[in-house]
């Protein structure tokens, strides 16, 4: 079944406490991104990348850092977690359209959000 | 940069017919999406506009002018299970290090009422 993993979909966590959301799809996407919810903001890019060894920051970057050695793989990092990132994270992938009006739609495909809590 | 505008709720009766807009100020348009979010849930995908006119699928359907700015989300005979949230987002071809940048607007929390 084509989908994209996320990984703990929740946990409460304290500041300061490094912390590591994983993050896995099946469908061999070239394109990956994270993104935050908050009540009222919406969906909020952290961080995208759009090959292996490519990532590039999104619109509220601070606070996280990202991998994507491997292509299924994009790991989302809080070295120091404070309580203003307390949010609702989605993971997603898509088949990158490379140029304009690419021949795909570039849909998104998102996993099932994890919810993090930092006391 | 984009800036994107859509009703923060709408409510509907059962059966009727609800149409939910969407205005962009974009520099690289390269796309308009729609995505469906139930509560507590990941969003899904609905539509895909990019070039002008109307795209039907099944109840719904996605009507985009690129001239304007502006888009709707059609959804017909509605059902209880179309309470939920809509999200539009637009694509931009991001000229500096390529690209598409896809940024969501807040969505729309569409209530739908026996």
């Known amino acids: 079944e084509a989908q994209v993993t996320q990984n703990p979909r929740y946990l409460i966590t304290v500041t300061g406490k490094k912390l590591t959301v994983t993050c896995s799809q099946n469908?061999?996407?070239?394109?990956m991104s994270w993104y935050r919810q908050d009540p009222g903001l919406g969906l909020r890019q952290i961080y995208y990348?759009?090959?292996?060894?490519?990532?590039d920051k999104g619109d509220v970057p601070e606070g996280y850092k990202v991998s994507r050695k491997e292509k299924r793989n994009f790991p989302l990092i809080l070295e120091s977690p404070s309580p203003n990132q307390t949010s609702l994270y989605f993971c997603?992938?898509?088949?990158?359209?490379?140029?304009?009006?690419?021949?795909?739609?570039?849909?998104?495909?998102f996993g099932e959000g994890s919810r993090l809590t930092v006391l | 940069g984009q800036n994107i505008d859509q009703p923060t709720e709408m409510t509907a009766t059962e059966g009727a017919i609800v149409q939910i807009n969407c205005t962009y100020q974009?520099?690289?348009?390269?796309?308009l999406f729609w995505y469906q979010q139930h509560a507590g849930e990941a969003p899904t995908f609905l539509s895909y506009?990019?070039?002008?006119g109307l795209e039907e699928k099944g109840r719904f359907s996605s009507f985009l002018s690129r001239s304007k700015g502006y888009s709707y989300l059609l959804l017909k005979e509605l059902q209880m299970k179309d309470s939920a949230s809509y999200l539009c987002?637009?694509?931009?071809?991001?000229?500096?290090?390529?690209?598409?940048?896809?940024?969501f607007g807040t969505g729309t929390q569409l209530k739908v009422e026996l």
């Open positions: 997603a992938s898509s088949l990158y359209s490379g140029g304009l009006a690419g021949v795909n739609t570039g849909e998104l495909f």
């Open positions: 974009t520099s690289g348009f390269n796309g």
């Open positions: 990348s759009m090959n292996v060894e490519v990532t």
């Open positions: 506009n990019v070039l002008d």
């Open positions: 469908m061999n996407h070239e394109y």
């Open positions: 987002a637009v694509r931009d071809w991001v000229l500096t290090g390529g690209g598409n940048k896809l940024t």
